[in-house]
C-alpha cells in the first residue's frame, strides 16, 4: 500500500506545464499527507483524500474530514475500506465552486477500484468497480474538509467494457486483472 515517492501519484493530478504527465507522489499529495501543506481548493482536497485511501494514508482522511462529522465516522472502517481495494484510477467529473477565494465547493468524481475482499477471481473481483459521489467540501479557518457525499448509482467496468482510464482498449487487456 505505501507509495514510492517517485511513482505518480494515484490522484491523477498532472503538471499544467504537461496535461499529459503525471506528477509523483512527492510533487502531489504526499506532502499533504504530512501536513507539510493544506489544500488549496476543493477539488485539490478531494484528489489528495482519494490518493490518501490508495497511500493508506489514513490520519489525513481522518484530519480531513467536516469537524462535526468526524466523530461518527469509524476510523477502523475507513482503514478496512481502503485496504481492501486496489486504487485505479480517480476521474473528475465536475468542479461547483471550491476555488480558493470560496468557502464551499462540490465535487463530483468516479473513483474505480478492484475489491481485493472479493478475491480478484472472487463475485465481482475480476470487475473494475466504481464509486461515483458528488462531494460537498467547507472551508473553516482557511482550511478546506469533507463535509458529506451524496451518491448516484455506482457503474461496473465488465472485462470486455472500454477501460474508464481513456485508452481506447478494452478493459481487460488495460487496467483490468
Known amino acids: 500500500m505505501p507509495i ?14 504537461n496535461p499529459n504527465s503525471p506528477l509523483s507522489y512527492e510533487d ?25 485511501h490508495a497511500a ?22 475507513v482503514r478496512q ?3 481492501q481495494n486496489e486504487w485505479r484510477q480517480l476521474v473528475i467529473h465536475a ?3 471550491g476555488s480558493r477565494n470560496d468557502t ?7 473513483a474505480y477500484f478492484l475489491d481485493k475482499s472479493k478475491g480478484l477471481k472472487g463475485p465481482q473481483g475480476n470487475e473494475l468497480q466504481c464509486h461515483r459521489e458528488h462531494s460537498h467540501f467547507r472551508k473553516l479557518d ?6 458529506d457525499g451524496e451518491y448516484p448509482k455506482a457503474d461496473k467496468v465488465g ?3 472500454p477501460c474508464p482510464c481513456g485508452s481506447g482498449r478494452k478493459f481487460k487487456r488495460c487496467c483490468g486483472p
Open 142 to 147: 482557511g482550511r478546506w474538509y469533507f463535509v
Open 104 to 110: 464551499e465547493g462540490w465535487v463530483e468524481f468516479s
Open 159 to 161: 472485462r470486455n467494457d
Open 28 to 52: 502531489c499529495c504526499a506532502p499533504l499527507h504530512r501536513g507539510e501543506r493544506q489544500a488549496t481548493t476543493a477539488e485539490r482536497l478531494m484528489r489528495a483524500r482519494y490518493s490518501a
Open 4 to 17: 514510492e515517492a517517485n511513482q505518480p501519484c494515484p490522484c491523477g493530478h498532472t503538471a499544467s506545464s
Open 81 to 83: 475500506w481502503a485496504q
Open 56 to 77: 493508506g494514508a489514513i490520519d489525513y482522511l481522518m484530519d480531513t474530514w467536516w469537524p462535526q462529522a468526524r466523530a461518527q465516522v469509524d476510523a477502523t472502517q
Open 95 to 97: 468542479t461547483t465552486k
